[in-house]
C-alpha cells in the first residue's frame, strides 16, 4: 500500500468531480453539479483521512475528521484546516446525494425538480474549497504509512 499514491489518487478523484461539477453548472444542469460536488467534497475528506492513517474506506468523513480533532494531537496549522473542512464535509454527507441520485421518493419529486441554482452554486463553492484544502493539507502534512 502506498499512502502517498493513494491520497493523490483521491485528490485526482476529487478534482475531476469538482471539474465535471464546473461544467454541470455551465450547463444550468442543478442537480448534476451539486452530485459532482458532493463526491468531490467526499472524495477530498478522505484524501485528508488518509493523510493520518484512516481507512479510505467512509462515505462520512465528517465524523472521523471530528475525532482527529477532538483528540487534540494535530498540529495548529493541520487542525486549522481541519475545522475549516468539516462543516463542508457535514453538509454534503449522504442526504443530499440521496436526494441528487433518488429524489424524494415519499414527495414523489424527481431529483430534476429538488436543485436549483443556488444548490448548485453553494454545493459547488463548498467542492472547491474542500478541494483547495485538502490540497494544502496534503502538501504540509507527510502521509502516515
Known amino acids: 500500500m502506498d499512502v502517498g499514491k493513494d491520497v493523490r489518487y483521491r485528490l485526482d478523484?476529487?478534482?475531476?468531480?469538482?471539474?465535471?461539477a464546473e461544467q454541470d453548472f455551465?450547463?444550468?444542469?442543478w442537480r448534476s453539479c451539486t452530485?459532482?460536488?458532493?463526491?468531490?467534497?467526499?472524495n477530498?475528506?478522505?484524501?485528508?483521512?488518509m493523510l493520518f492513517g484512516v481507512s479510505p474506506?467512509?462515505?462520512?468523513?465528517a465524523m472521523h475528521l471530528s475525532h482527529l480533532l477532538s483528540e487534540g494531537t494535530l498540529e495548529a496549522a493541520a487542525a486549522e484546516l481541519i475545522?475549516?473542512?468539516?462543516?463542508m464535509c457535514e453538509r454534503h454527507e449522504s442526504h443530499e446525494?440521496?436526494?441528487a441520485k433518488y429524489g424524494d421518493e415519499a414527495g414523489y419529486r424527481l431529483p430534476w425538480e429538488l436543485f436549483e441554482e443556488k444548490d448548485g452554486s453553494a454545493a459547488l463553492e463548498d467542492a472547491q474549497k474542500t478541494v483547495r484544502i485538502a490540497s494544502e493539507l496534503a502538501?504540509?502534512?507527510p502521509a502516515k504509512e
Open 26 to 29: 455551465g450547463l444550468g444542469r
Open 35 to 42: 452530485y459532482g460536488s458532493d463526491l468531490a467534497v467526499e
Open 57 to 61: 474506506s467512509t462515505h462520512k468523513p
Open 44 to 49: 477530498a475528506g478522505i484524501a485528508v483521512l
Open 13 to 20: 478523484l476529487a478534482k475531476g468531480f469538482m471539474q465535471e
Open 83 to 87: 475545522e475549516e473542512l468539516l462543516p
Open 97 to 99: 446525494k440521496m436526494l
Open 139 to 141: 502538501a504540509i502534512v
